[in-house]
C-alpha cells in the first residue's frame, strides 16, 4: 500500500482520485491557511486494497450484476446485503495500525469520520450527502468501526441507484475517509461568495443558527440571512429569525443520539446569532476562499469559542441542479403525484383514513390521507409534509400546505395502500416525488432564496392568501403588502357548532366572539395594511359536518353548485348577521379591514348583499372597501353590471372560475392536465374582468394559484393591468420576482 493514510497538510486540489473531493478541500483549504478544524484521511488506496485482500470485489459484482434499480424491493435487498459484507469483513492489520497512529497524534478525543468518495463535490457529478458521516466518536476501535462503516456506506441504496442512473461504474468509484476533529459549535451555518438567486457576484449570503450545522442542513431550524456586499465586505441585509431550539453534542458519553436538541433561553430566541463584526470577519475568510479557489464557493461553517472553523468547501456550479433537482435522485421513487406545495421534508408515515384519528399525527409525522378536509387541519399543523390520494393543487390540501409551508404531493393515487405506517419516507413537493428513507438535500435552503426574492420591490402589490390566525404575526413580519383573502372557512371549521344552531340555542354571541378573536389577529397583525376577508363560503356539505348542521343543511348532490356564498347571506339573514356584527366590531379599532364577497351569481344579489351590510353600518368610504370574487362566468358577462353596483375591487378565484369555464372539477386527478388557467377560453375571461374594471376605475386582483405557477400568465395579468396578486405565504418571494420581469418588459 502506497498511502493509507495522510494528513490534511500533505493533500490538496489535485488529489482527488486518492482523498476524494471533500478530502482534496479539506486538505487544499488547509494548505491555503484558511482555519480547518485539523485531521487525516484513511486513502481510497486502502479501500482497494481493503476490498483486493477481504476478495469482496467479485462478491459486490455479482450481487451488483443483475440488478434492476428501479425494483425498490431489490434494490434495498441488494444494498442490505453489500453493505453486510463490507461491515463484517477484517480490515488489513498494515490499515488498523495507521489510523491508530494517525488518531493518537491527533490528540484522540471526539472527531468526526466523514464519507469522501473520489467522484463527490465535482462540478459535473454531485455525489454529496449519500455516503454516511459519524460525529462525537472516541477511542481507536471506534474510529476503525466508524472507517469500515464509511466505507459500507458506499452502497447505500440511493447511492447505488445515483450511480446508476449516472453510468458510474459501482467499482471504480472509491472512497476516501477524513477524521476530524469534532468542533462543538455555538453557531454555524452556510456561506455563498454569490449570491444564490441570480448569482450576482457583487453580493454574498451568510445563514446562521444556534448549535450544530446538521440542524440547518436537516430543515429543522430558520436559519438568520446576512446579505454582504462583497467588494466592501459591509452587511447590506439582515434578517433575524427566532430559534426556539439548537442541536448539540450528547454531555452523556456512550449515548446512542450523538447529538440532542436542547431549549434556548427565550432571551436569546430572537437575538441576532453572530454580532455585525462577526459577520464581516467571517465574510472575510469567504472571500479569501473564493479568491483561492478562482470561483464561487458553497462554505460550510462552525463557531466554536470565539474561533471561526471552515469545515467544508465546494464550488457553486449549477445552483438549481445543486439544490432541489438533486433530491430527486436520491433515493428511489416510491409515488409520483401533483407537486402542491414546493419543499422537502422527512419523516415517519402516518396514514389517516377518517378525521377522528388525527391525534395519531405527531409533530414531524408525514399525514398520509385519501384527501382532507378542515377536520384535518389540527393534525396537517404538526405535521412536516403531506401526501394525499386524490386531488388537484386547488384541492384543500394543496392550499393549507401551502399556506403552512409545508411540502405536499397530492393525487398520489394508492399512497394509502402502498405506504406503510412508520415507514420513513421523503416528500418532495416541488416536483410530486415521494422517496423511500430520509433524502438530504443542499444547504442552500430555499429560505435564504425566498428572502432575498421578497426584497424586491414592484408596482403591481403583492397580497397573501391566509386562513390560520397563530400564522397572522409571522407572516406580518415579511415584505407583503397584505391580506388579498382572508378565509372564513378555517375560522368557522374552529368554533365547530352550525351558526343556526348556535342562535337556536342563544348562544349568538359566543359565534361572534370567537369569529371576532380571530379576524382581529389578522387586522391588528398587518395593520395598517389592508386585510381583505372574504366573507363564509361554506358549502352545504361542509356546514352538515359542524356540530348541529344536519339539522339545518339539506344532502345536495353537487355542494360546489349549491347553496353556498351570496345565496346564503340574502337567505339565511340571521347567520350573516352574526359575521358583519364580528366584522364591524374588529372595524372599530382596525378599519383596514375589508370584505370581500364571494360566488356572486346574480346582479340582484350583489345588491341585496350590498344593503345588507349597509344595514349593519357597513357602508363602502374611504376607509371601508367592498370587494367582490369573480368566480362565476356570469361576473365575466355582465361585468360592467356588477361594477356598476358599486364596488371597490375584484378579485379573481382563478380555480373557481376554470372549473366552471371548463367544466372540470378541479380536484378531479384524470382531468388534472386538462384543468388549466392558460386554456383560451380562461385567458379571454381574465383579460376582460381586468380590462373593463381599470376603464372602470375598480381596482383588480387574483387570489388562485395561477399566477405564482405560470409565470406566462402572470405576465399576461401584469400587462393587461392588474393591481395586486395574492398568493400562499411560500410563493412571496417568487411573486415578486416574476412581476418584477413583468413589469420591466412592459417598461422597456
Not at 488 to 499: N, R, S, V, W
Amino acid at each position: 500500500m502506497e498511502k493509507g493514510v495522510v494528513w490534511f497538510k500533505e493533500v490538496g486540489k489535485g488529489d482527488i482520485a486518492l482523498v476524494g473531493g471533500k478530502g482534496a478541500n479539506l486538505g487544499e483549504m488547509t494548505q491555503a491557511g484558511i482555519p480547518v478544524p485539523p485531521g487525516f484521511i484513511i486513502t481510497s488506496q486502502a479501500y482497494y486494497m481493503f476490498l483486493e485482500e477481504s476478495k469482496l470485489a467479485a462478491k459486490i459484482q455479482n450481487l451488483l450484476t443483475p440488478l434492476d434499480a428501479n425494483n425498490s424491493k431489490q434494490l434495498q435487498d441488494v444494498s442490505k446485503k453489500i453493505k453486510q459484507l463490507v461491515s463484517s469483513a477484517p480490515i488489513p492489520a498494515e490499515i488498523k495500525t495507521e489510523i491508530r497512529k494517525a488518531y493518537s497524534e491527533l490528540g484522540q478525543g471526539l472527531v468526526a469520520v466523514r464519507s469522501s468518495a473520489t467522484a463527490e463535490d465535482l462540478p459535473e457529478a454531485s455525489f454529496a450527502g449519500q455516503q454516511s458521516t459519524f460525529l462525537n466518536i472516541e477511542g481507536e476501535d471506534n474510529v476503525i468501526q466508524a472507517v469500515q462503516n464509511c466505507w459500507a456506506s458506499l452502497f447505500e441504496s440511493r447511492a447505488i441507484y445515483y450511480r446508476e442512473q449516472q453510468g458510474y461504474e459501482h467499482l471504480k468509484v472509491g472512497i476516501a475517509v477524513p477524521v476530524q476533529r469534532m468542533v462543538n459549535s455555538q453557531t454555524s451555518g452556510v456561506m455563498f461568495t454569490v449570491e444564490p438567486v441570480t448569482s450576482d457576484t457583487r453580493k454574498m449570503v451568510i445563514e446562521a443558527i444556534y448549535g450544530l450545522g446538521e440542524g440547518l442542513v436537516s430543515g429543522e431550524v430558520s436559519p438568520d440571512l446576512y446579505i454582504i456586499d462583497k467588494e466592501k465586505v459591509k452587511i447590506s441585509t439582515k434578517k433575524i429569525s427566532r430559534q426556539e431550539q439548537q442541536l448539540t453534542r450528547n454531555p452523556a458519553p456512550g449515548e446512542k443520539e450523538p447529538n440532542i436538541w436542547l431549549q434556548l433561553p427565550s432571551r436569546i430566541q430572537n437575538v441576532q446569532k453572530l454580532t455585525d463584526l462577526e459577520i464581516e470577519q467571517l465574510a472575510g475568510m469567504g472571500k479569501k476562499i473564493e479568491e483561492h479557489y478562482q470561483q464561487p464557493q458553497d462554505i460550510e461553517w462552525a463557531r466554536e469559542n470565539h474561533t471561526f472553523y471552515i469545515v467544508q468547501s465546494r464550488p457553486v456550479t449549477a445552483l438549481k441542479e445543486s439544490m432541489e433537482e438533486e433530491a430527486e435522485i436520491d433515493a428511489p421513487i416510491l409515488l409520483t403525484g401533483d407537486a402542491a406545495s414546493p419543499g422537502l421534508a422527512s419523516g415517519p408515515v402516518k396514514i389517516i383514513l377518517d378525521p377522528t384519528q388525527i391525534d395519531q399525527v405527531a409533530e414531524g409525522d408525514v399525514l398520509v390521507a385519501e384527501m382532507t378536509t378542515p377536520d384535518f387541519v389540527p393534525a396537517m399543523k404538526r405535521a412536516a409534509a403531506i401526501v394525499t390520494d386524490r386531488g388537484g393543487r386547488t384541492a384543500h390540501a394543496a392550499i393549507v400546505s401551502r399556506e403552512l409551508g409545508i411540502p405536499c404531493v397530492v393525487g398520489a393515487s394508492q399512497a394509502t395502500a402502498k405506504l406503510a405506517n412508520d415507514q420513513m419516507i421523503s416528500v418532495d413537493g416541488s416536483h410530486g416525488k415521494v422517496y423511500e428513507g430520509k433524502v438530504g438535500r443542499n444547504t442552500a435552503s430555499a429560505f435564504a432564496a425566498n428572502i432575498l426574492k421578497e426584497a424586491i420591490e414592484t408596482k403591481t402589490r403583492v397580497y397573501v392568501n391566509l386562513a390560520q390566525p397563530e400564522l397572522a404575526e409571522m407572516v406580518s413580519a415579511r415584505n407583503v403588502d397584505g391580506v388579498g383573502l382572508l378565509r372564513a372557512e378555517f375560522m368557522i371549521a374552529q368554533i365547530g357548532e352550525h351558526p343556526k344552531y348556535m342562535l337556536k340555542h342563544r348562544r349568538g354571541h359566543e359565534f361572534v366572539q370567537k369569529l371576532y378573536d380571530n379576524i382581529l389577529s389578522f387586522a391588528k397583525a398587518f395593520h395598517p395594511r389592508p386585510v381583505v376577508y372574504r366573507t363564509t363560503d361554506f358549502k352545504t356539505n361542509e356546514y352538515r359536518d359542524l356540530i348541529g348542521g344536519r339539522e339545518f343543511e339539506e344532502v345536495e348532490e353537487n355542494p360546489m353548485l349549491g347553496y353556498r356564498g351570496a345565496s346564503r347571506y340574502i337567505t339565511d339573514i340571521d347567520s350573516f348577521k352574526l359575521e358583519m356584527e364580528a366584522i364591524r366590531r374588529v372595524r372599530k379599532d382596525y378599519t383596514n379591514l375589508w370584505v370581500m364577497i364571494p360566488f356572486v351569481r346574480t346582479v340582484n344579489e350583489l345588491q341585496a348583499t350590498k344593503d345588507l351590510l349597509e344595514s349593519e353600518g357597513l357602508k363602502r368610504s374611504k376607509e371601508f372597501k367592498l370587494w367582490m370574487m369573480v368566480e362565476v362566468p356570469s361576473n365575466i358577462f355582465l361585468i360592467d353590471k356588477f361594477l356598476n353596483v358599486g364596488i371597490d375591487g375584484i378579485s379573481i378565484g382563478s380555480n373557481d372560475l376554470t372549473q366552471l369555464i371548463l367544466g372540470i372539477d378541479r380536484d378531479s386527478n384524470r382531468l388534472a392536465k386538462t384543468f388549466d388557467e392558460r386554456n383560451e377560453a380562461v385567458l379571454m375571461a381574465l383579460e376582460r374582468a381586468i380590462t373593463i374594471s381599470g376603464q372602470m376605475g375598480v381596482t383588480s386582483s387574483i387570489c388562485g394559484q395561477a399566477p405564482s405557477v405560470y409565470p406566462e400568465l402572470t405576465e399576461k395579468l401584469v400587462g393587461w393591468g392588474i393591481t395586486s396578486v395574492s398568493v400562499s405565504p411560500d410563493m412571496i418571494g417568487t411573486t415578486r420576482e416574476i412581476i418584477a420581469r413583468a413589469e420591466a418588459k412592459l417598461n422597456k
